[in-house]
Every structure is written in C-alpha cells, then in structure tokens.
C-alpha cells in the first residue's frame, strides 16, 4: 500500500504543478443603509484534489462460476484521482468541474474454473474515467450534468446524468437526478458450454482476458460477441434542517433495467446433474427508499443514522439500517466507529447447488440472490490540522477500515486511504 500511495501522490505534484494558479478573491461593496455584493468573475480554477487507494479481501466459498460451490476468494487494489475545478461569473453564477480516473486490478480465483479444468486467467483490470459539470445560482439552485465510461475485458459501461436541486422553504432542499447506463456484456462461457456454430470455433475460457481467444475456422482472430444492458434511473431527495442540532433527508429511486442481466460465464447445475449458463429475465424493476437522520451532539458528537428499504420484481426484500458516530478528539483530529446491518430475502430465481428443477425457466446459483443477513462494521480516522498536514497543501487525510461478515461464510476486509489537498 505504501508503494501504491506514494505513486498516486507523485501523480498529484505533476498535476498541481501544470494547474496551480491564482485566485482572484470576491470583493464586497457596502451602501450606507444595505449591502451589496459586487460579484466578480473567477475563471475556472484547481480548488480541491482528492487521491484515494484502497486494498480489499474477500473469500467465501460459493462461487457462481462453479455453480455456488468453490472459492469466491478475491483481491483489489484500488487507485483514483479527482480533480475539482471551481469558478464565477459576474451574475453571481458558480461553476463546479469535476474531473476523475480511477483504476483496478483485481484477482479472483474462482475466474479460473471458466475453464473447466482451472487454467484461465485469474486477473483483470478495471479503468474508469468521469466528469461533472455544475452550475449553482445565487438562489441556491443548482443545474448538473455528468459522463463516466468503465472498461474491463468482459464489460463496458457508459453512463450519462442530469440533476437538479433547489432550496424549499426555510432550511429545506429539493433535488432531482436521472441517469442512463448503456452496457455491454461480452459473452464468454463456461470452456463446456460454449455454443455450437458452423462458422465460428470459440475458445475463450477466461473472464479477465489473455489465454484465450475466439478464432474462426481457418485459425484467424474473430470479435467475441457482446450483449447489451440498460439500466434507467431516476432519484428524488428532500433534505430539511429540523434544528441547529438536527438534519433528516428522505431518499427515493425507481430503477429499470433491461437486456442481458445474467453472467454467462456462471454455471448452474440443475437437480438431474446437467449443467447450463446462468439465466435470468431480460428485465428488472428496482425501488429502494431510504431515510437519514443526522443530529448534532453537542460540538464533538455527531450521530449519522440510515435506514433503507429495497423491493423488486424479482422477489428480494431487503432491509439496511446503519448507524456513524464521529467523535472529535481534538480541533484537528476525530475517530468515527461505524456499523451496517443488512438482511434481505432471495430471489424467485435462485436455489443452490442442484437444486434447480430441470421444469425452472430461469435460474442462478449466484449467492448474491440468495437469502442472507450481513454485518459491516469499522472505523475511521480523518485528520485535518489547520494549515494542512505538515504545512502543505494536504488539507486533510482519512484512513477507514470496515470488516464484512455475511450468513453464507462470505467475508471480507477493506482498508482505504483518502488524500486531500485544497489550493
């Protein structure tokens, strides 16, 4: 991790040194009997860089490549950068421009039984690029729109937003936000049960690329086929000051997807022994509504609370209640304990190893459908002395570490680290 982070921090002093530039400070003039603020134009500058690593752990033993029985042992480490761009106009206006790359690479043993007798490739990687515009008037109001694309070997995804929020009433907000994600699939199976074809002879037996390939009939390279998924969503959030001590927010998305929704590199085994490609509707309804209370204990205490309810048409209902505590220790220095409950039913599709019926229309053995209750628990520290650490430009650092346990001996360790530098 040190190694990881020290590369990520060199990246930063290139990036600081190309952008780093004046700001030009708002000024205010003052009539005898009211006040006037004269705006003043601020082009576009660096405000704010955020560097995050992060290192993860899994292992369970109900892998979905070997039809709910095997390893689910995994790894990933985890890098991104975001830069943060801020401005005005003369009208009051405030420009946000958020710019962000992130990059993965993972290792999942369970990928390699995509060949049967465990010889594909355990590893792949993971880049994801982002922007955001904002614009805030002196109202309040705030008009948004973002773009992010994420590439792997066996999926691409690109995702376009808008939002919208406005000030309700006295300490009130509203705000509104659509997304559209467009994705591919690419259709990499099980190395004994890769579809017949007269023109094609198809011999991709790895999920992460390399060792592998598709190859037509006289021995050239041939395009593995895709299929494509959409996910539309839509959220709607209410945020309201109650008190000084006390701040709620109701939380609310309808989801729809559709298109290829199974992974067809994941086996099920049905009772009779036979074993098929993971299949599931080609369309999903999603409706969590969530709801945030926050309250102010006093200049050191602040206790977070979340509660989320989620339905869909798939049969799952599920439950998340959470609950932060950051406690200040001193001006500069807070330690915040958190824990998260989650608990849902399985889906209408799922069953386990052979217990599928061969009369099932669809079926996974994929756990993530299953029934189960989890616990994530941990903590944070963040960091944050005036005049920044060390007298720099870092502002600010946050170390979290949360463990995960859930019913079906899945369980995993995650440890994160987030830098912050203000200009």
């Known amino acids: 991790m040190k190694k990881v982070c020290l590369t990520v921090i060199g990246l930063y002093l290139l990036l600081l040194n190309a952008f780093s530039q ?66 005005a106009d003369v009208k009051g206006h405030k420009y946000t421009l958020t710019t962000g790359l992130g990059f993965d690479h993972h290792s999942s043993a369970s990928s390699a039984y ?78 004994e049960l890769i579809p017949a074809t007269t023109t094609v002879v198809t011999t991709v037996t790895s999920a992460s690329g390399g060792g592998g390939g598709s190859y037509d009939e006289e021995g050239g390279r041939a395009a593995i086929p895709s299929s494509p998924r959409y996910t539309y969503t839509g959220s709607l959030a209410y945020t309201q000051v109650i008190n000084k001590n006390m701040q709620a927010a109701l939380l609310m998305d309808v989801v729809g997807q559709n298109g290829y929704l199974s992974l067809p590199f994941h086996r099920v085994y049905l009772s009779d022994g036979t074993v098929h490609v993971e299949n599931l509707p080609v369309q999903r309804y999603k409706l969590p509504i969530g709801f945030r209370l926050n309250y102010f204990a006093g200049d050191k ?32 220095f807070s330690v915040s304990p958190f824990y998260r409950y989650y608990t849902q039913t399985a889906s209408t599709y799922f069953a386990p190893y052979q217990k599928h ?37 870092l502002s600010s650092l946050e170390i979290r570490y ?8 899945l369980n995993s360790n995650i440890i994160s680290f987030n830098f912050q530098f203000k200009h």
């Open 357 to 393: 019926a061969t009369s099932d229309t669809y079926y996974t053995s994929n756990y993530a459908y299953s029934a189960f209750n989890s616990a994530y628990y941990g903590v944070g520290l963040h960091i944050a002395p005036p005049g920044g650490l060390w007298k720099s430009a």
């Open 114 to 191: 995509v060949n049967k007798t465990g010889a594909s490739k355990t590893g792949g990687s993971r880049v994801y690029p982002s922007i955001d515009f904002s614009v805030e008037n002196k109202k309040g109001s705030t008009f948004g729109f973002g773009a992010y694309y994420s590439a792997e070997y066996n999926y691409h995804s690109f995702a376009l937003d808008a939002s919208y929020s406005r000030k309700i009433g006295k300490g009130g907000e509203l705000s509104g936000k659509a997304s559209a994600y467009f994705d591919k699939v690419k259709l990499i199976y099980p190395s």
């Open 301 to 332: 205490v602040i206790i977070r609370s979340y509660y989320r309810y989620f339905t869909d048409d798939w049969g799952i209902k599920a439950h998340t209640a959470s609950l932060e505590i950051p406690v200040k220790i001193s001006p500069f």
């Open 22 to 87: 004046a700001v030009t400070k708002d000024t205010a003039a003052h009539a005898a009997k009211e006040e006037t603020v004269e705006y003043v134009d601020k082009p576009l500058h660096l405000e704010e860089t955020n560097i995050v690593s992060s290192y993860y752990n899994q292992n369970g033993n109900h892998s979905a490549v070997t039809g709910g029985i095997g390893t689910e042992k995994v790894t990933d480490l985890s890098n991104g950068l975001e830069l943060k761009f801020t401005g």
């Open 402 to 409: 949360g463990h995960y346990t859930q019913t079906t001996d």
